[in-house]
C-alpha cells in the first residue's frame, strides 16, 4: 500500500480542488474522486522512486524531534539545501518522514 | 532543462499517468471522456497557478490570444528586411515571412494562440500611439503566471523609433489574466539594443531610410543595452509606433530580469488603462499627451531599473550614538546618593551607637556609616524596621542577602527561582510552518546531540516552490 504521505503537497492539494469542483457540479461522485486520490498515491509514490535521480544535502540545527508511530517529525532551523545545481536557504523547515524500509528500525545511541 | 528542475516534468509524468490510472474508472462510471479531459485541464491550471513550478507554463493548455495587426507601408518595409518575420508561438503559430505580408494589400492580421513569441531582429512594430520601432535583435516574449491584469506597454523602450507616425489600430480579442512579458531565456541571452542617436533620424523618416536602417543594423546578441529616452522623446511627434499588444520587454540582462520585471511591470501597469482604452481607437488627441509622460517614466524606470531596485537597499547611517545615555547614568547615580543620604539621616533617630541596626540597613551603603556601636531598644528597633522596609523595596536584592536577623524581613522580594523558568514555545506554533518537507527515512542516526539523517524520495515546499529529492543526507545538532 503506498504511503498517504504526499497528500499535502502543491500536486495533490490542486488535484483535490479539481476534484471537488467536479464533485461540485455533480460530474462526478465521491467514490470516484477518492479513487483517483488513491491513484494519486500510487503514481506519486512510483514517480518519485523511479524517476527521480538527484541528491540534496543538508545541514542544520535541529530545534525539536519527535517519533511515534513509526513516523519521525523533525524542526530545523537555519537550514541550507545544498544540491548539485544549487543552494538553498530557509529559516525554518519541518520534515515528516515515514519509514522507508519494510522492516524499518531506526539506531540511536 | 529538467536536469535543472525536474519537478514540473515530474508533475506532468504523474498527471498523466494518474489521468490514464483512472480512464477505466470513469468509463466503467459511465462518466463521459469530456469530464476526464476538463479533470486534467483544471488539475494542470491549479499547478500553473502556484508558484511551485515555474516552468510549467511552458506547455499550459490555455493560450492566449492575440492579434498583431501590420500596415500596409510596413509590408514593403518589411520586404526588404533581411530577416523574415517568424513569430510562433509555442509549436502551433505558422511562421509568417515577409512574402506572406507583402500578398495582403490592407494590413495583415496575425493570430498568435499562445505563448512563447519570437520576433527576431528585424521586425518592426509599432505601438497603439503610432509609434513605429524596430527589433534589433531577437526577443522572446514568454507568459508569466500570476500577474494579472499588468499591462504590457513600453515598447519603445526597446525598440528603434523610426518613421511617421500612422493610425494603426491593433485588436486585441481576448487580453488573458496572465501578462505578457518577455522573459530572458535561460539557454540564451535575450537583449534588447536601441539605437543610438546618431542612427535615429531626426525628423520624418522615409521608407528607403528604413530600408536602409534595416540592412545597417546588425542582430547581434551580444550587444549591450543601451536606452536613450531623450532621444525618443525628441521624435516622438514625428515617429511611428507598432502595437503589439500585451508585450513586454525586458530590455536588461538575464542576471538582472526578474528586477527590471518587476519594475516595469510597475511602471507599465500605469499605463494599462490607457493602454486598454485606446486599443481600438486612433492613437492621437488627448491621450497622446498622458503616454508621453508615461512613456517618459517608462523610460526612465527602464533606464534606470536595474539600478534603481537595488537602490532601495542603501545602507542607511548608523543612529547617533545615544550620547545622553552617560547622562542619564550620571543623573542615576546622583538619585542614588541622594536617596543615601537622606536614608541616613532618617536612620539615625536613635543618635550614635547603634550597630546591628546599621548593617541591615546601611548595607548599600557606605561603610563608613556603620561606625556608631549601641544598644538598640525595642522601640527603636521598631522605627528602624520601619526604616528598613522602606528602604529595602529601594535595595532589595542587597539587602536580603545580608538579613541575619530573622525579624527583619523583606516584605517583598522576588519569587524564588522566578529566574529558572524558560519560556517555551507553545508547540503548535513550533510545527506550523510552511516550509515542509514529506519524505521517507532510510536512517536516523543520532551521538549525543549530532543527528544524521538519511532521507529519500521527498517532496520539499520552500516558500510555495516545489523541490523534489532521491535522496537527502543531512547533519543537525541539537
Known amino acids: 500500500m503506498a504511503y498517504q504521505l504526499y497528500r499535502n503537497t502543491t500536486l495533490r492539494n490542486s488535484l483535490q480542488e479539481s476534484l471537488d469542483e467536479l464533485i461540485q ?34 545541514r542544520v540545527f535541529l530545534n525539536t524531534y519527535r517519533f511515534c508511530d513509526n513516523v519521525w517529525t523533525f524542526v530545523l532551523n537555519d537550514v541550507e539545501f545544498r544540491e548539485v545545481t544549487e543552494l538553498t536557504k530557509v529559516d525554518k523547515v519541518k520534515i515528516v518522514a515515514c519509514d522507508g524500509k519494510n522492516t524499518g528500525s531506526n539506531t540511536t545511541e | ?126 505601438t497603439v500611439s503610432g509609434h513605429l520601432y524596430k527589433v534589433n535583435v531577437p526577443i522572446m516574449v514568454t507568459q508569466t503566471s500570476g500577474r494579472a491584469g499588468i499591462l504590457q506597454h513600453p515598447i519603445q523602450q526597446v525598440f528603434q ?17 496572465c501578462c505578457l512579458q518577455a522573459t530572458t531565456e535561460k539557454s540564451q541571452r535575450i537583449e534588447t539594443v536601441l539605437q543610438q542617436p546618431t542612427v535615429l533620424p531626426s525628423g520624418p523618416v522615409d521608407r528607403k531610410h528604413l530600408e536602409n536602417a534595416t540592412s545597417d543594423i546588425l542582430v547581434s546578441p551580444g550587444n549591450e543595452h ?65 503616454v508621453t509622460d508615461i512613456q517618459l517614466h517608462i523610460l526612465k524606470n527602464g533606464m534606470y531599473g536595474c539600478e534603481s531596485v537595488k537602490q532601495p537597499r542603501n545602507t542607511e547611517e548608523p543612529s547617533n550614538i545615544p550620547v545622553s545615555e552617560k547622562d542619564s547614568n550620571s543623573r542615576v547615580d546622583l538619585s542614588i546618593r541622594v536617596t543615601d543620604d537622606d536614608t541616613g539621616e532618617i536612620i539615625q533617630v536613635d543618635g ?23 544598644v538598640i531598644d525595642a522601640g527603636d528597633l521598631k522605627v528602624l524596621e520601619e526604616e528598613a522596609d522602606s528602604i529595602s523595596n529601594e535595595d532589595s536584592a542587597t539587602n536580603s542577602s545580608d538579613n541575619e536577623d530573622p525579624q527583619v524581613d523583606i516584605v517583598e522580594e522576588d519569587p524564588l527561582n522566578s529566574g529558572d523558568d524558560v519560556s517555551e514555545q507553545d508547540v503548535p506554533d ?49
Open chain 1, 25 to 58: 457540479s455533480q460530474q462526478i461522485t465521491p467514490q470516484l474522486a477518492l479513487q483517483v486520490l488513491l491513484q494519486f498515491d500510487k503514481a506519486i509514490n512510483s514517480a518519485l522512486a523511479q524517476r527521480v535521480r538527484n541528491r540534496v544535502n543538508f
Open chain 2, 1 to 126: 532543462m529538467a536536469c535543472f528542475n525536474p519537478v514540473p516534468k515530474l508533475y506532468r509524468s504523474v498527471i498523466e499517468d494518474v489521468i490514464e490510472g483512472v480512464r477505466n474508472l470513469f468509463a466503467e462510471e459511465g462518466i463521459e471522456e469530456q469530464v476526464l479531459k476538463d479533470l486534467k485541464q483544471l488539475w494542470e491550471t491549479k499547478v500553473l497557478q502556484s508558484k511551485a513550478t515555474e516552468d510549467f507554463f511552458r506547455n499550459s493548455i490555455q493560450s492566449p490570444l492575440f492579434t498583431l495587426q501590420l500596415p500596409h507601408s510596413l509590408h514593403q518595409t518589411l520586404q526588404s528586411a533581411t530577416a523574415s518575420l517568424v513569430i510562433p508561438a509555442g509549436r502551433t503559430l505558422p511562421s509568417f515571412t515577409t512574402a506572406e505580408l507583402g500578398t495582403s494589400n490592407s494590413s495583415a492580421n496575425f493570430t498568435f494562440p499562445g505563448y512563447p513569441i519570437h520576433v527576431p531582429a528585424g521586425v518592426t512594430l509599432q
Open chain 2, 161 to 177: 523609433q523610426l518613421g511617421q507616425p500612422s493610425v494603426i489600430q491593433t485588436s486585441v480579442p481576448q487580453l488573458n489574466p
Open chain 2, 226 to 290: 543601451k536606452i536613450m529616452p531623450e532621444a525618443l522623446l525628441r521624435h516622438q511627434e514625428s515617429s511611428q509606433y507598432v502595437n503589439l499588444p500585451g508585450v513586454v520587454f525586458s530590455p536588461q540582462v538575464s542576471q538582472t530580469n526578474p528586477n527590471v520585471e518587476s519594475v516595469l511591470s510597475g511602471s507599465a501597469s500605469m499605463t494599462q488603462n490607457l493602454h486598454d482604452e485606446s486599443l481600438s481607437t486612433s492613437p492621437h488627441g488627448a491621450l497622446h499627451q498622458h
Open chain 2, 352 to 374: 550614635t551607637g547603634d550597630t546591628s541596626s546599621n548593617e541591615e540597613i546601611g548595607s548599600a551603603r557606605d561603610v563608613d556609616e556603620n561606625e556608631f556601636l549601641g
Open chain 2, 430 to 478: 513550533l510545527f506550523d510552518t510552511d516550509n515542509v518537507i514529506v519524505c521517507q527515512y532510510d536512517k536516523i542516526h543520532r551521538s549525543k546531540n549530532k543527528w544524521k539523517f538519511y532521507l529519500k524520495d521527498g517532496v520539499m515546499c520552500f516558500g510555495g516552490r516545489d523541490y523534489v529529492f532521491a535522496k537527502a543526507i543531512g547533519d543537525a545538532e541539537w
